[in-house]
């Protein structure tokens, strides 16, 4: 049975994406067999940012529909064997998915793979709702700044009420917090929400900060899941991220600003 | 007007059904001597007139029905209208009293005493519990305590109708925690909480770090932009005191 993931937000432009596709390699690199899949139908970025854009013949809503298989619809990742990744479609929109061809899907998947990791689109409205729907586990992505903040708590109270899990009076959703662009620098001039204030008003679970960074921008223009830059610190943060995940002890790096004797002598 | 304005007009509602419940004087007949309950009526209305001047009043007819007294309904229901008040319905009366009431287009209050004609004897705690349930304004409240131990997020809203809400965790920014009764919140309160939302003036709010973004009691509320700054996060008690809402620190 494998473990579905969701990685959601409520708020746009937070690193939804960026973080799936982090995640879902990250995952895959640890040899556990992982598919991602685009939620944001219409709005299809994921394949952009795992460079496979050139490669997309079938997406979700074509198998939701029948018109292919599930396995004709996956793309298996260049770099790392044990990662795929289901599409989006980009001219339909979230009308054409359902919760029932959404469970088929996962259900089918379920049997292939260890995780599933959903991209969920923004907002609160039927692509973001169908993607938690399933889950077992969410990641909710924040910035730190209050409008995301309390869009994440909307979006946790929903995934608290309206997923399958509560539905059906299971256990419920496993909440972990993910603070990206995190900047210790403006947290210090007060320009930032420190953690603590994050932690304060969300009450969940920290699985990390990742830093703000140059690197990820680049990475996702080139195609390139931020993971695989080990050299960037926010490469070395989602890594910690996948191994705290993975029940690995791995102390929170990025939270002070911290920096090493050259750093402080050059100023960089 | 054309065909499709009409249609328009039928599809909005220009109706709604809701519910709401009243606190209303009910006046008690021991006896059936018209002219005597015309004096004592007078007496006391002359007391406080503005009271009683176009108040709705419900008569409670159950000592007379426990002796099978008879009353000149009409003669009563005029002594009360020309003293300025609405007779508006009766409740415990047997069912001769229900008809005449009837017959004058009352309404016939459901009461536990009307009750008594058919059913046994209550039992010993009745009658203690039926006095317990009148001193509140909302005849439901009771032991309908609502407890809530998650976190109550942005967008959610939660109701403990008839009872208390106790929440042990923290009521998000944006959240809306409602009671008929009390309101305990052991956490932060940063969204808006509503005691007595059915009118009961005896409720209070009571929270371990009042950052609210609105609080209430009985329909009397204040928002967090016109609450004192000295007692912004802090532990405090919110009440009624003369219709204006009170917050103390704990």
Same mark, same amino acid.
């Given at each position: 049975?494998?473990?579905?993931?969701?990685?959601?937000?409520?708020?746009?432009?937070?690193?939804?994406?960026?973080?799936?596709?982090?995640?879902?390699?990250?995952?895959?690199? !640890?040899?556990?067999?992982?598919?991602?899949?685009?939620?944001?139908?219409?709005?299809?970025?994921?394949?952009?940012?795992?460079?496979?854009?050139?490669?997309?013949?079938?997406?979700?809503?074509?198998?939701?529909?029948?018109?292919?298989?599930?396995?004709?619809?996956?793309?298996?990742?260049?770099?790392?064997?044990?990662?795929?990744?289901?599409?989006?479609?980009?001219?339909?929109?979230?009308?054409?998915?359902?919760?029932?061809?959404?469970?088929?899907?996962?259900?089918?998947?379920s049997?292939?793979?260890?995780?599933?990791?959903?991209?969920?689109?923004?907002?609160?409205?039927?692509?973001?709702?169908?993607?938690?729907?399933?889950?077992d586990?969410?990641?909710?992505?924040?910035?730190?700044?209050?409008?995301?903040?309390?869009?994440?708590d909307?979006?946790?109270?929903?995934?608290?009420?309206?997923?399958?899990?509560?539905?059906?009076?299971?256990?419920?959703?496993?909440?972990?917090l993910?603070?990206?662009?995190?900047?210790? !620098?403006?947290?210090?001039?007060?320009?930032?929400?420190?953690?603590?204030?994050?932690?304060?008003?969300?009450?969940?679970?920290?699985?990390g900060?990742?830093?703000?960074?140059?690197?990820?921008?680049?990475?996702?223009?080139?195609?390139?899941?931020?993971?695989?830059?080990e050299?960037?610190?926010?490469?070395?943060?989602?890594?910690?991220?996948?191994?705290?995940?993975?029940?690995?002890?791995?102390p929170?790096?990025?939270?002070?600003?911290? !920096?090493?004797?050259?750093?402080?002598?050059?100023?960089? | 007007?054309?065909?499709?304005?009409?249609?328009?007009?039928?599809?909005?509602?220009?109706?709604?059904?809701?519910?709401?419940?009243?606190?209303? *004087?009910?006046? =008690?007949? &021991?006896?059936?001597?018209?002219?005597?309950?015309?004096?004592?009526?007078?007496?006391?209305?002359?007391?406080?007139?503005?009271?009683?001047?176009?108040? #709705?009043i419900?008569?409670?007819?159950? *000592?007379?029905?426990?002796?099978?007294?008879?009353?000149?309904?009409?003669?009563?229901?005029?002594?009360?209208?020309?003293?300025? =008040?609405? #007779?508006?319905?009766?409740?415990?009366g047997?069912?001769?009293?229900?008809?005449?009431?009837?017959?004058?287009? =009352?309404?016939?209050?459901?009461?536990?005493?009307?009750?008594?004609?058919?059913?046994? *004897?209550?039992?010993?705690?009745?009658p203690?519990?039926?006095?317990?349930?009148?001193?509140?304004? #909302?005849?439901?409240?009771?032991?309908?305590?609502?407890?809530?131990?998650?976190?109550?997020?942005?967008?959610?809203?939660?109701?403990a109708?008839?009872?208390?809400?106790?929440?042990?965790?923290?009521?998000?920014?944006?959240?809306e925690?409602?009671?008929?009764g009390?309101?305990?919140?052991?956490?932060?309160?940063?969204g808006r909480?509503?005691?007595?939302?059915?009118?009961?003036?005896?409720?209070?709010? &009571?929270?371990n770090?009042?950052?609210?973004?609105?609080?209430?009691?009985?329909?009397?509320?204040?928002?967090?932009?016109?609450?004192?700054?000295?007692?912004?996060?802090?532990?405090?008690?919110?009440?009624?005191?003369?219709?204006?809402? =009170?917050?103390? #620190?704990?």
């Open positions: 049975m494998a473990r579905t993931i969701v990685v959601t937000s409520g708020k746009g432009g937070v690193g939804k994406t960026t973080t799936s596709a982090a995640i879902a390699m990250g995952l895959a690199r !640890k040899g556990h067999r992982t598919v991602v899949i685009d939620f944001d139908v219409g709005l299809r970025n994921l394949d952009l940012v795992m460079g496979c854009e050139r490669r997309v013949v079938y997406d979700l809503v074509n198998v939701i529909q029948g018109e292919a298989n599930i396995r004709q619809a996956l793309i298996r990742d260049k770099r790392c064997e044990e990662l795929y990744v289901l599409p989006a479609s980009q001219t339909r929109d979230k009308e054409a998915l359902s919760k029932e061809g959404i469970g088929a899907i996962l259900e089918q998947l049997g292939d793979f260890e995780y599933i990791v959903c991209d969920s689109p923004a907002g609160i409205e039927k692509g973001a709702t169908l993607a938690m729907y399933y889950a586990d969410a990641f909710v992505v924040t910035n730190p700044e209050v409008s995301s903040v309390r869009d994440s909307r979006m946790l109270g929903i995934l608290a009420s309206k997923s399958r899990r509560a539905e059906n009076n299971e256990e419920p959703i496993k909440e972990y993910l603070l990206n662009r995190y900047s210790p !620098k403006r947290v210090k001039v007060g320009e930032m929400l420190s953690v603590e204030d994050v932690q304060e008003i969300l009450s969940m679970h920290l699985l900060v990742i830093p703000e960074s140059r690197s990820v921008l680049s990475s996702s223009n080139a195609g390139v899941p931020i993971i695989l830059d050299d960037s610190n926010a490469g070395q943060a989602y890594a910690d991220v996948v191994a705290r995940y993975l029940g690995e002890e791995v929170h790096r990025f939270i002070n600003d911290k !920096k090493g004797l050259l750093g402080r002598l050059f100023g960089g | 007007m054309s065909a499709s304005q009409k249609e328009n007009l039928a599809e909005s509602p220009l109706i709604e059904l809701k519910s709401s419940s009243f606190t209303l *004087p009910i006046l =008690m007949l &021991f006896g059936n001597d018209l002219a005597v309950i015309g004096e004592q009526l007078s007496r006391t209305v002359e007391r406080a007139p503005d009271f009683f001047r176009n108040t #709705p419900v008569m409670d007819l159950s *000592p007379l029905a426990a002796e099978s007294q008879q009353v000149d309904f009409a003669g009563v229901v005029s002594l009360c209208r020309d003293l300025g =008040m609405v #007779p508006i319905g009766v409740r415990g047997n069912t001769e009293h229900n008809r005449a009431a009837e017959a004058l287009a =009352m309404a016939i209050l459901a009461d536990r005493s009307a009750k008594r004609e058919t059913a046994p *004897p209550p039992k010993p705690a009745a203690a519990e039926a006095a317990a349930k009148r001193d509140h304004a #909302p005849p439901s409240a009771g032991n309908a305590t609502r407890l809530i131990t998650q976190p109550i997020r942005s967008g959610q809203r939660v109701h109708e008839g009872g208390d809400l106790i929440v042990t965790a923290h009521v998000s920014a944006g959240a925690i409602i009671a008929d009390h309101i305990h919140v052991y956490g932060t309160l940063r909480a509503l005691a007595g939302a059915k009118g009961d003036t005896a409720s209070r709010i &009571f929270c770090d009042l950052q609210a973004e609105l609080i209430a009691i009985a329909g009397q509320y204040q928002v967090s932009e016109n609450m004192d700054d000295s007692i912004r996060g802090l532990p405090v008690q919110v009440y009624l005191e003369n219709l204006s809402l =009170m917050i103390h #620190p704990l």
